[in-house]
């Protein structure tokens, strides 16, 4: 083989390397970029949840629904992102990313679940079955604190790995 052949071999695999680093760079730009909006969707939608919860508990049941009907909006909606981070990008995220993934979204679908239990407590409570009602909400309330186990998990890997989160 000659040497001039070798210089273009060496120089398409430079830079085919030099593409997939800077692939992998923009892949984690774009999840760094796409968090703090999704962030900014789980912190509404827990102010909307406990707005929710102390319509609720005021009888003001229409705007209570109104309430948790936008958090479980913003709950889904965050999921939704992430759930389409963590497959588009999974070959690019590191260890940490992805435990920070998982938390997440585990810390969501809890939340959806107790926005869906909240919600079926004001209907109970609305119509006067307040013993169904209150397992309803007893039942949003349980789901919620276990949802902070997830929640604290996420924040301590922040807290751990801060060069990873920009």
């Given at each position: 083989?000659?040497?001039?052949?070798?210089?273009?071999?060496?120089?398409?695999v430079l830079i085919l390397v030099s593409l997939a680093i800077v692939m992998i760079d923009s892949?984690?730009?774009n999840i760094n970029k796409s968090m703090p909006?999704?962030?900014e969707s789980i912190v509404q939608a827990d102010k909307e949840y406990?707005?929710?919860?102390?319509?609720?508990?005021?009888?003001n049941y229409e705007e209570a629904r109104v309430k948790a009907i936008s958090a479980g909006d913003n709950y889904n909606n965050s999921l939704k992102q992430l759930q389409v981070i963590r497959d588009k990008f999974d070959n690019d995220l590191n260890d940490v990313h992805k435990e920070y993934m998982d938390a997440t979204i585990t810390e969501l679908e809890l939340k959806i679940k107790a926005v869906d239990e909240l919600k079926q407590a004001i209907d109970y409570l609305q119509?006067?079955?307040?013993?169904?009602g209150s397992s309803h909400a007893t039942e949003a309330n349980d789901l919620i604190y276990s949802s902070l186990e997830y929640q604290q998990q996420r924040n301590q890997i922040?807290?751990?790995?801060?060069?990873?989160?920009?």
């Open positions: 083989m000659s040497s001039y052949s070798k210089l273009i071999i060496f120089i398409a892949s984690i730009d909006e999704i962030s406990n707005e929710s919860v102390d319509l609720l508990n005021d009888k119509d006067y079955y307040n013993y169904t922040i807290q751990e790995n801060p060069e990873l989160f920009i």
